[in-house]
């Protein structure tokens, strides 16, 4: 049987279990893939850490004769080599390690999203028919850009809704489930090694949004950065927002969004009130779900593990299969550009949504009339409603829901409604996604 050969640069979660697979399941992914796959170098900043990960894998007792280094070159100089794989992370090193790759005519694969949100327009110039994989870039273990690419290439893709953080889903299934605070779910994600002693991207939704990024290159071959779209995190979720969205038969879901209307495309990712009945609000916990409605299909959805190492050891290898099978589709799913029209983004302000806006007031008389005002001067009129009172004396939270309006319009009637004197907090809104249902 020929041979397919691997360098693999990063031993962590990911690329340790990548290794593990390789060694549990070798026979039947050779099998699969028609060729042995032999894994030959790893690179690493910190050998020794390695070496300790290597004995206790059995790697000495396998015959896999692996060699570890710390210097990058070991991998991309070496013309044994037909695959270098990805797995450390960061931006800039990472995009020149798959130039280096792609030049040195050595296939590409990836798992990380952060570089391909800010590179995959790069890269794909570059590939030039060599097969470039990120399958585990998106949602772990959840063959998504697979379906994108393939599954669903008859149809046009009319909107996209992801739950794609795990981490983030942990925390709002935490509040809403057990009425925790923000505060307390994070600090237990953190325990159960869910979310990273820094996890600002995963509370901010800038990781959400690398995804979403790299899935609205496949749908629509729209490259957006993430700099060019809304995104907002779950940091500003309170009780409050929970017991309402309870109340009136809602969860809360840090969605990415993706909705094509004409020649535009809106992308957005933000805490989302959503149908308790919708199939998405029952993806919970660390677990990610995904709809997509293409217009031939209809809505499809998928569910699995969004992250941790088996998941997307996973999704590496069905990169690895599909390299060594001979397959090379254009990087980002195009052969050829469209032809049909470019589509482009929809500008921010231009978002036609549903509000869910909560408010900390003096509590006294004439203060909901004044507020109905500043919104009926914006077009904004009010539907769901409830008033708390607070621990504190003499303030309440308004809680209320809006029908449709542009975003303009809300964030100029949210602006007036702080400068008023019975405001006594900033305002905050969250949109309501329920078209669908
Ligand atoms: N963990 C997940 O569940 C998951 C899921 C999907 C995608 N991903 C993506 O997969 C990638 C790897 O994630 P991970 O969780 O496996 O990370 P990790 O556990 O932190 O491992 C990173 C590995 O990369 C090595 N490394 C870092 N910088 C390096 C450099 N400059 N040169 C050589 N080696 C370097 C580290 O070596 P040392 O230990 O020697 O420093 C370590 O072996 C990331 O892009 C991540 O976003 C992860």
Same mark, same amino acid.
Not at 266 to 276: A, G, T
């Given at each position: 049987?020929?041979?397919?050969?691997?360098?693999?640069?990063?031993?962590?979660?990911?690329?340790?279990?990548?290794?593990?697979?390789?060694?549990?399941?070798?026979?039947?992914?050779?099998?699969?893939? !028609?060729?042995?796959?032999?894994?030959?170098?790893?690179?690493?900043?910190?050998?020794?850490?390695?070496?300790?990960?290597?004995?206790?894998?059995?790697?000495?007792?396998?015959?896999?004769?692996?060699?570890?280094?710390?210097?990058?070159?070991? #991998?991309?100089?070496?013309?044994?080599?037909?695959?270098?794989?990805?797995?450390?992370?960061?931006?800039?090193?990472?995009?020149?390690?798959? %130039?280096?790759?792609?030049?040195?005519?050595?296939? @590409?694969?990836?798992?990380?999203?952060?570089?391909?949100?800010?590179?995959?327009?790069?890269?794909?110039?570059?590939?030039?028919?060599?097969?470039?994989?990120?399958?585990?870039?998106?949602?772990?273990?959840?063959?998504?850009?697979?379906?994108?690419?393939?599954?669903?290439?008859?149809?046009?893709?009319?909107?996209?809704?992801?739950?794609?953080?795990?981490?983030?889903?942990?925390?709002?299934? %935490?509040?809403?489930?057990?009425?925790?605070? @923000?505060?307390?779910?994070?600090?237990?994600?953190?325990?159960?090694?869910?979310?990273?002693?820094?996890?600002?991207?995963?509370?901010?939704?800038?990781?959400? !949004?690398?995804?979403?990024?790299?899935?609205?290159?496949?749908?629509?071959?729209?490259?957006?950065?993430?700099?060019?779209?809304?995104?907002?995190?779950?940091?500003?979720?309170?009780?409050?927002?929970?017991?309402?969205?309870?109340?009136?038969?809602?969860?809360?879901?840090?969605?990415?969004?993706?909705?094509?209307?004409?020649?535009?495309?809106?992308?957005?990712?933000?805490?989302?009130?959503? *149908? *308790?009945? $919708?199939?998405?609000?029952?993806?919970?916990?660390?677990?990610? !779900?995904?709809?997509?409605?293409?217009?031939?299909?209809?809505?499809?959805?998928?569910?699995?593990?969004?992250?941790?190492?088996?998941?997307?050891?996973?999704?590496? #290898?069905?990169?690895?299969?599909?390299?060594?099978?001979?397959?090379?589709?254009?990087?980002?799913? @195009?052969?050829?550009?469209?032809?049909? !029209?470019?589509?482009?983004?929809?500008? *921010?302000?231009?978002?036609?949504?549903?509000?869910?806006?909560?408010?900390?007031?003096?509590?006294?008389?004439?203060?909901?009339?004044?507020?109905? %005002?500043?919104?009926?001067?914006?077009?904004?009129?009010?539907?769901? @409603?409830?008033?708390?009172?607070?621990?504190?004396?003499? #303030?309440?939270?308004?809680?209320? $829901?809006?029908?449709?309006?542009?975003?303009?319009?809300?964030?100029?009637?949210?602006?007036?409604?702080? %400068?008023?004197?019975? #405001?006594?907090?900033?305002?905050?809104?969250?949109?309501?996604?329920?078209?669908?249902?």
């Amino acid at each position: 049987m020929s041979k397919l050969v691997l360098g693999m640069v990063g031993f962590g979660v990911v690329g340790s279990s990548v290794l593990k697979a390789i060694l549990a399941n070798g026979e039947i992914i050779n099998a699969r893939a !028609g060729k042995q796959i032999v894994l030959k170098s790893i690179v690493v900043r910190d050998k020794k850490k390695a070496e300790k990960k290597l004995a206790e894998l059995n790697v000495i007792d396998t015959n896999a004769n692996i060699t570890l280094s710390t210097n990058v070159d070991d #991998i991309l100089q070496d013309s044994e080599i037909d695959v270098v794989i990805e797995l450390m992370g960061g931006v800039e090193f990472a995009y020149t390690i798959a %130039q280096r790759a792609l030049k040195a005519k050595k296939a @590409f694969i990836t798992a990380n999203k952060a570089m391909l949100a800010y590179h995959r327009s790069d890269i794909a110039p570059l590939a030039n028919g060599l097969p470039v994989g990120f399958e585990a870039s998106v949602c772990g273990g959840i063959p998504i850009i697979r379906v994108l690419k393939d599954g669903l290439s008859a149809n046009h893709i009319l909107g996209i809704r992801g739950i794609l953080n795990g981490t983030s889903n942990y925390i709002l299934t %935490q509040m809403q489930q057990f009425g925790k605070n @923000f505060a307390t779910a994070l600090k237990e994600a953190q325990n159960l090694g869910y979310a990273e002693a820094d996890p600002s991207l995963d509370i901010n939704g800038g990781d959400a !949004g690398h995804k979403l990024l790299i899935l609205a290159s496949l749908a629509y071959g729209i490259h957006a950065m993430p700099e060019d779209i809304l995104i907002e995190g779950i940091a500003d979720i309170t009780p409050d927002d929970m017991e309402f969205a309870n109340e009136f038969g809602y969860v809360i879901k840090l969605l990415g969004i993706a909705k094509k209307q004409d020649d535009e495309v809106e992308l957005r990712v933000h805490p989302s009130m959503i *149908k *308790k009945e $919708s199939m998405i609000s029952k993806v919970d916990g660390v677990m990610n !779900g995904i709809s997509v409605i293409g217009d031939y299909v209809g809505e499809s959805m998928y569910y699995g593990a969004g992250a941790g190492g088996e998941a997307t050891a996973s999704s590496v #290898i069905s990169d690895i299969v599909a390299i060594a099978r001979g397959e090379s589709a254009a990087m980002l799913g @195009f052969s050829r550009p469209l032809e049909e !029209g470019k589509l482009r983004l929809k500008d *921010k302000e231009k978002i036609h949504s549903r509000y869910y806006i909560r408010l900390y007031v003096r509590d006294k008389p004439g203060v909901l009339g004044e507020v109905a %005002q500043i919104l009926g001067r914006h077009n904004i009129s009010i539907g769901a @409603f409830l008033q708390k009172e607070t621990d504190e004396k003499n #303030i309440a939270t308004m809680l209320f $829901s809006t029908h449709h309006c542009y975003e303009r319009e809300i964030n100029h009637a949210l602006c007036e409604l702080e %400068q008023i004197d019975s #405001i006594t907090q900033k305002p905050f809104k969250m949109r309501l996604e329920d078209e669908y249902e």
